[in-house]
């Protein structure tokens, strides 16, 4: 036998006298008139008593601290509270509690503290969570320090909580936030923090997690190069500050593409170094400098290689013109977006949502998008190729045909080949013509 859905749980659980709730983020996704992604329930039966109730079913003990069952499929945790001996969460140890507000006292904020009987439709809310909700409040459940010492991770969610709702901190709240922030560095994994950082990007609004995150003196010990650009002077071809056009920038992105919409909110964090270093009020390489910031703190917060190869290539080209530019222009720039295993529609992308953080211009219109699009179209029907292994010509019939040994010449030759097709045209990339070309090359001493 197995169970349908979490209510057949929920009702075999109170039917035989285990209380039984739905909490977490569900119920606070519920009150706020938004559809559930996920429920978790808790229960005063105990690991064992689930497991006898649910012998018909496909259980197991889950969780190395604290026994969760898993019921075909299910979740099911029994109340519980913590006992925390030192700072984070690896410093505690679990126990049954005897109750569910017992079990609600330990969570993080009043939002994701209260409890849901779908049976009877009971509310419990003991930390005037539903209050908060309704006001857009993010407030530690209890002691605010007790609870930061427990996870200092829960700083970085406060941050992320306060985007979600679109709302503000609790004053005690944000006092304590504010006095522990050095903790993020200290005493967050950074696998979690990275965990974090794209759970924001899946935000409406991930620009205020950002700002939070800046507000409390956190943002400096996860991005300091997006940090340096608050308030930064932007030339005269902007009229926002840096730090805010990366933030309009990374919300005009959208959600659909979590890493895209990262690199837009990092794609001019090299700008504050670009000024200091040129002092003329220019950003000059901005876009080199800035790959090397954000390489290296992407790798300190455990991005994977691929993720932070992608950031980095989508920063490295966001400059490249993309209006009007000839068809020579353009077969160099996919040229430039192939070598970064990179598509157009990514860089249009980026290219987009840069435009449009911009106050002092107007965002690309849809004929003027169109435009670009058809342009790559054409370009890309053309058939032109884009890398040397494209070319109508082989490294091998290179060799055999001018008579060359094998060696590096041959990828030098290659690249000649395939910068005239670009700056040529498709028409050349024959063999004939390829093979007249490169032996004249060779002839002329590789000029």
């Known amino acids: 036998m197995t169970v349908e859905n979490h209510l057949e749980i929920i009702k075999r659980l109170c039917d035989h006298n285990h209380d039984t709730y739905l909490v977490g983020g569900g119920i606070r996704d519920m009150l706020s008139g938004c559809e559930p992604k996920d429920f978790d329930i808790v229960t005063a039966a105990t690991p064992e008593m689930i497991m006898e109730l649910f012998k018909d079913c496909n259980v197991m003990i889950i969780g190395k601290s604290f026994g969760v069952v898993l019921v075909d499929g299910y979740e099911v945790a029994t109340f519980r509270h913590d006992r925390h001996h030192g700072i984070g969460d690896k410093n505690c140890t679990v126990h049954v509690a005897d109750s569910i507000k017992e079990d609600l006292s330990r969570r993080d904020f009043t939002v994701n503290a209260m409890a849901y009987c779908e049976l009877t439709g009971e509310i419990v809310d003991e930390h005037n969570g539903r209050s908060d909700l309704n006001r857009r409040i993010i407030r530690f459940v209890g002691d605010p320090q007790q609870r930061i010492l427990e996870d200092p991770n829960r700083i970085i969610r406060a941050c992320r909580f306060l985007a979600k709702l679109q709302g503000e901190f609790d004053l005690g709240t944000r006092f304590v936030l504010e006095e522990n922030a050095h903790l993020v560095r200290d005493d967050v994994a950074p696998e979690r923090i990275r965990l974090e950082v794209l759970k924001a990007m899946e935000l409406e609004q991930p620009s205020l997690f950002f700002s939070a995150l800046h507000s409390i003196d956190a943002l400096k010990y996860i991005f300091p190069a997006m940090d340096s650009c608050v308030d930064h002077p932007h030339g ?135 435009a670009m699009v058809a342009h790559v179209d054409t370009i890309r029907n053309s058939k032109v190729p884009l890398t040397v292994t494209s070319l109508a010509v082989s490294g091998g019939e290179l060799i055999e045909e001018l008579h060359l040994s094998p060696g590096p010449n041959i990828g030098e030759i290659q690249r000649y080949l395939l910068e005239q097709v670009l700056e040529q045209s498709e028409t050349i990339n024959s063999r004939e013509t390829l093979l007249h070309l490169a032996r004249q090359y060779v002839e002329n001493g590789g000029e």
Do not use: C, W
């Open 236 to 370: 005269e071809h902007h009229l926002e500050d840096v730090f805010v056009h990366l933030m309009l920038a990374g919300d005009a992105a959208g959600s659909e593409d979590p890493i895209l919409r990262l690199a837009a909110y990092l794609h001019d964090v090299g700008k504050p170094a670009a000024y200091a270093r040129r002092g003329d009020g220019s950003f000059v390489h901005h876009d080199a400098i800035g790959v090397g910031f954000i390489t290296e703190e992407l790798q300190a917060l455990k991005f994977s290689h691929a993720e932070i190869s992608r950031i980095t290539n989508l920063v490295s080209v966001h400059m490249a013109n993309i209006r009007d530019i000839s068809d020579k222009g353009m077969r160099r720039l996919l040229k430039k977006l192939v070598e970064r295993n990179l598509t157009f529609e990514e860089f249009l992308g980026l290219r987009i949502a840069d435009r449009a953080a911009n106050r002092k211009k107007q965002p690309y219109n849809d004929d003027e998008i169109s």
